[in-house]
């Protein structure tokens, strides 16, 4: 009885943060290029009490044994980099991803951070940057009062007045080959440094990324995970009845 009130707490706790790991995910779901997170979770050690094989007779074994497990865990919680669906803004400083890739971010400390949120800003020296300020590396700086064009390969134009559009640099894409994880500001980061550019993304401009996180499948994944965390509560409430009663039957005797 003891394993399984073991088993259905280790359960009640993978489920909990299962729906911890939901609940972020609906949180930010008008969070611009935001990717998702799904829980993944695996069974803990195994109790062999018949081992596979072992004589049952004079002539025979047994085929399959007998284990017990002790339960679950989360084992991680990996990012889903599925693309978002896409929104016109008319800004001509918002710009699209299509297909694989991120923008680069260079940080105040110096690093390179990689996001897919293409809200980007000026500056008041000028230079785009995100929506915490962070500069685009390379860097660019769009002149005052200039109208700005960004064409699918990411060269940037802009023009002042009447004159001709002058070109003042262009969005570099990479893509993850390396892992990426997420920090507390939200930009990923790539465990071997920089990475190589992606020749097949497009960019279009005028248009946000949004986030990833489908509200209906989020839901019902919620209610499955409430579901399966009730189930794992009867359990320990089923495990603790038989336990006493257990105890009853010895204190008769």
Same mark, same amino acid.
């Given at each position: 009885? /003891?394993?399984?009130?073991?088993? $259905? ?20 779901? @008008?969070?611009?290029?935001? %990717? ?5 979770? &695996?069974?803990?050690?195994?109790? @062999?009490?018949?081992? +596979?094989? $072992? ?8 085929? #399959?044994? !007998? ?6 865990? #989360? $084992?991680?919680?990996? *990012? ?24 680069? /971010?260079?940080? +105040? ?26 500069? !685009?590396?390379?860097? *660019?700086? *769009? ?6 064009? /960004?064409?699918?390969?990411?060269? *940037? ?6 004159? %001709?559009?002058?070109?003042?640099? %262009? ?9 990426? &994880? ?24 005028? $248009? ?14 919620? /209610? ?11 359990? !320990?409430?089923? #495990? ?5 009663? #257990?105890?009853? !039957?010895?204190?008769?005797?």
């Amino acid at each position: 009885m /003891i394993r399984a009130l073991y088993s $259905a707490a280790s359960g009640m706790n993978a489920q909990q943060l299962n729906v911890d790991n939901i609940a972020n995910n609906l949180a930010n779901a @008008n969070s611009a290029g935001y %990717k998702m997170r799904r829980a993944q979770f &695996q069974d803990l050690l195994y109790q @062999n009490m018949v081992q +596979p094989g $072992a004589s049952a007779g004079a002539q025979t074994v047994v085929p #399959a044994g !007998l284990q017990l497990g002790l339960g679950t865990r #989360a $084992a991680g919680n990996e *990012i889903v980099f599925t693309q978002g669906d896409f929104s016109q803004t008319n800004n001509p400083l918002d710009v699209v991803i299509q297909g694989k890739g991120f923008f680069q /971010i260079r940080q +105040p400390s110096g690093n390179l951070a990689y996001t897919r949120a293409g809200s980007f800003q000026l500056s008041a020296a000028g230079a785009m940057v995100d929506s915490n300020g962070n500069q !685009l590396e390379p860097q *660019i700086t *769009i002149p005052p009062n200039a109208q700005v064009q /960004i064409a699918s390969d990411g060269t *940037i134009s802009a023009a002042v007045g009447n004159n %001709k559009p002058q070109m003042v640099g %262009k969005l570099k894409l990479v893509t993850p080959e390396a892992p990426l &994880q997420r920090g507390e500001d939200g930009l990923f980061r790539a465990a071997d440094g920089d990475l190589p550019a992606d020749p097949n993304a497009r960019l279009q401009d005028g $248009a946000l990324e949004g986030s990833n996180v489908s509200a209906v499948e989020s839901m019902v994944a919620m /209610i499955s995970a409430a579901r399966q965390f009730e189930a794992q509560m009867k359990m !320990l409430q089923t #495990a603790e009845g038989d336990e006493k009663a #257990a105890a009853q !039957l010895l204190s008769m005797n």
